[in-house]
């Protein structure tokens, strides 16, 4: 059984995303936006899985890949993050900046 997780995320591609929400401060803000009106874990990994799935194809569209190598790996990699763990974490962080404010 292989252990593929990385930097205490489930893998590769959780963190990745989370890096990049964490290091964007629009969509830092967006995200947590999000996660103060959303605290339902659950609902917010479809609302993230579907931001990110729109982008995809919207990207994908642009360039005339969407049957190609690279469309493929995209999905793969987008299909393999932990959107739950995202969510999990967003609301978290949100619930720690309004203690830390209170």
């Known amino acids: ?3 593929n997780t990385y930097n205490g995320w489930t893998n590769y591609e959780t963190w990745a995303v989370n890096v990049w929400i964490d290091n964007d401060r629009g969509l830092q803000q967006y995200f947590s936006g999000l996660a103060r009106r959303e605290q339902d874990a ?3 990994a479809l609302i993230l ?3 990110y799935g729109e982008q995809c194809d919207a990207l ?3 360039s ?3 049957a190609s190598l690279w469309a493929d790996l995209l999905h793969s990699a987008l299909g393999a993050v ?3 763990e995202i ?3 967003l609301i978290a962080d949100t619930a720690e900046e309004e203690t830390e404010t209170a």
């Open 49 to 51: 899985k579907d931001e």
């Open 82 to 84: 932990n959107w739950d």
């Open 87 to 89: 969510a999990e974490h």
């Open 64 to 66: 005339e890949a969407q």
């Open 42 to 44: 659950y609902k917010l």
């Open 60 to 62: 994908l569209k642009a």
């Open 1 to 3: 059984m292989n252990n």
